[in-house]
């Protein structure tokens, strides 16, 4: 909805005066806009995640979901960053894993190599082996993603 008004807005915004504030309006709007997911990014990056298991529990959803909204890749980022820190179990090695697996396989993105800097902690022969694999992809992309991760294990 705010990047609907925020699309119009634009349309509109040389039209006249009136149309230049609703602009500015519309874009602090969208720009300030919190959601709920802000919020346990804010408590996990504050240091809750070792207290809380409710945060912990959704940094790696968040990983497991990989969300793309307006900034979602920035948030990701920050968490990775934290993550690093801690030791996972099996299940959290999993979802770290299979998120570097599809962004080999479909979009790196600029987060990608952040992501791959996690590698050391959820390495297995397994995975070694499945990223490896994608090396010798007929896809170029894939390849190239491929080489990049390997760059890490």
């Not at 990983?63 to 920035?74: A, C, I, K, Q, T």
């Amino acid at each position: 909805m705010l990047e609907k008004k925020l699309r119009e807005a634009i349309k509109r915004r040389n039209t006249s005066d009136l149309a230049w504030k609703d602009w500015k309006l519309a874009a602090k709007r969208f720009h300030e806009h919190r959601t709920e997911v802000h919020d346990l990014v804010e408590r996990f990056l504050a240091g809750e995640i070792n207290q809380n298991r409710e945060v912990r529990e959704f940094a790696f959803c968040y990983l497991e979901v990989d969300p793309y909204f307006f900034r979602s890749g920035y948030l990701l980022e920050r968490i990775v960053r934290k993550l690093k820190k801690l030791e996972f179990t099996d299940a959290q090695k999993a979802i770290v894993q299979a998120l570097i697996l599809k962004r080999i396989n479909t979009r790196a993105l600029r987060n990608f190599r952040e992501i791959c800097r996690l590698m050391p902690k959820i390495e297995t022969e397994e995975f070694r082996d499945r990223v490896r694999a994608r090396l010798e992809s007929d896809d170029p992309s894939v390849r190239h993603r491929a080489e990049l991760a390997a760059a890490y294990l």
